[in-house]
């Protein structure tokens, strides 16, 4: 089985605080992918990542940046959080290069006041 | 504009009844569809999926049915297990594509 692990599940964050989400999988697949979700509006794509080094905007970047040094290990960062930066955020993995499922980590809820 | 919709918010079930989840897309080159199932304070799961050159696939209790004329496809749940309740997530994926693009959520209400 696939097992993807977030370092956190519930954080809280002072505005103006620089935040880490890190995100681990085990199986060695290509693609990783952060995901923010909020009611309604289902699961926006942050960021992803198909290879060491190489990132790719997805519909949110806004206000992100993300690190992939290792093939497991995809890290989120918020520059300066803000309150409208609270919500789920889930990473997934997918093992690439055709359409397969992707495996999703637990989620981290994060509140920034 | 949302790529794909779900467009019920929310849908209850009797046990043991079916339980029919709808989504929509407008993207007519999205090709793999896939169906996730979200319990609170976790990961979405994947339950099942479907490519573009197929019209249905069965895995146990659930069927995925694919309308391409339509941009359709829904999720056929039977029986419904209390189990079951659960927010309800729709992707799509484009040929080759390396992201998915997710609807907003049906949740799935299973009453004993």
């Known amino acids: 089985d696939v097992k993807v692990t977030q370092s956190s599940r519930y954080l809280v964050k002072r505005t103006g605080e620089k935040v880490f989400l890190e995100c681990v999988q085990d199986m060695d697949h290509e693609n990783m992918f952060w995901y923010r979700q909020d009611p309604g509006l289902g699961l926006r794509l942050i960021y992803f990542?198909?290879?060491?080094?190489?990132?790719e905007k997805g519909d949110i970047p806004e206000g992100y940046s993300v690190s992939r040094e290792k093939k497991e290990r995809f890290s989120l960062i918020l520059e300066s959080a803000s309150t409208n930066q609270t919500s789920m955020y889930l990473c997934a993995c997918e093992q690439g290069p055709m359409n397969t499922e992707a495996f999703f980590g637990q989620g981290t809820r994060l509140t920034v006041v | 504009d949302q790529q794909v919709k779900q467009n019920s918010p929310s849908l209850s079930v009797q046990e043991g009844r079916i339980s029919i989840l709808n989504c929509d897309y407008t993207n007519s080159m999205f090709d793999y569809f896939l169906w996730y199932k979200k319990y609170p304070a976790e990961g979405p799961t994947f339950l099942i999926s479907i490519s573009s050159i197929k019209d249905k696939n069965e895995d146990g209790r659930f069927t995925v049915f694919l309308n391409k004329s339509a941009k359709h496809l829904s999720l056929h749940i039977v029986p419904s297990q209390p189990g079951d309740s659960a927010v309800y997530f729709c992707a799509a994926s484009l040929p080759y594509g390396q992201n998915f693009v997710f609807g907003p959520g049906t949740r799935l209400s299973v009453l004993p």
């Open positions: 990542s198909y290879d060491v080094k190489m990132k």
